[in-house]
Nanobody, 122 residues
């Protein structure tokens, strides 16, 4: 059974930093993508950042480029989202997601974490 367990998040003032992590347990496939969506109150869910295996690359939403980085440790099946220079508009529930390909994880992930709250105050 595949599970995604998130940790991190919290509250920070604008300009601050937070890191959230997502640990995958179970087997998706030899190659898989992981990343995050976020959803703010009253807004649609949006993709934030995704990372594939070695050599597969990364993807970032335009709104977070230059501020967020994503990495993964395949030894522990854990992905990390480092969020720097946070803005109030980054406030949302962040959901980890995973699937076998970039298209799948980007459009309709088969696996989801429980979500973690990130709150940025001005």
């Amino acid at each position: 059974q595949v599970q995604l367990e998130e940790s991190g998040g919290g509250s920070v003032q604008a300009g601050g930093s937070l890191r959230i992590s997502c640990k995958l347990s179970g087997y998706i496939g030899e190659y898989y993508w992981m990343g995050w969506f976020r959803q703010a109150v009253g807004k649609e869910r949006e993709g934030v950042a995704f990372i594939g295996g070695v050599g597969s690359g990364t993807w970032f939403a335009d709104s977070v480029k230059g501020r967020f980085t994503i990495s993964r440790d395949d030894a522990t099946s854990t992905a990390y989202l480092q969020m720097n220079n946070l803005k109030p508009e980054d406030t949302a529930t962040y959901y980890c997601a995973a699937d076998r390909t970039f298209i799948e994880v980007r459009r309709r992930p088969g696996y989801w974490g429980q979500g973690t709250q990130v709150t940025v105050s001005s």
